[in-house]
Nanobody
Framework: VQLQASGGGLVQAGDSLRLSCVAS????????MGWFRQAPGKEREFVAA????????YYLDSVQGRFTISRDSAKNTVYLQMNSLKPEDTAVYYC????????????????WGQGTQVTVSS
């Protein structure tokens, strides 16, 4: 199984980025997908999740209304559209796949991507 995340970069506060995560080696339509992030010196933090049917999404309070998670099963890809970025959004962002549920806790996820760096300057 591979999860390949991309789309990170260096942007200014208020800018937008779209992260992508392409999954291979698994039946994508059977997995809920999540995005987590980890800033230097901090624990990994849940950001957003989407069910395998796209029927439900869930967000960290601080990104609600600014970030949108979506998925395209035809492309085995999950996206994280990030708008109105803030310096506190700076972190390495990871995508993850969960075969058994719809969770906000990192240890519920079965597979992880390698991470993509997002840096937001003020």
């Amino acid at each position: 199984v591979q999860l390949q995340a991309s789309g990170g970069g260096l942007v200014q506060a208020g800018d937008s980025l779209r992260l992508s995560c392409v999954a291979s080696g698994l039946t994508f339509s059977r997995y809920s997908m999540g995005w987590f992030r980890q800033a230097p010196g901090k624990e990994r933090e849940f950001v957003a999740a989407i069910t395998w049917t796209s029927s439900s999404t869930y967000y960290l309070d601080s990104v609600q209304g600014r970030f949108t998670i979506s998925r395209d099963s035809a492309k085995n890809t999950v996206y994280l559209q990030m708008n109105s970025l803030k310096p506190e959004d700076t972190a390495v962002y990871y995508c993850a796949a969960d075969n058994f549920g719809f969770s906000t806790t990192w240890d519920s996820y079965d597979f992880w991507g390698q991470g993509t760096q997002v840096t937001v300057s003020s």
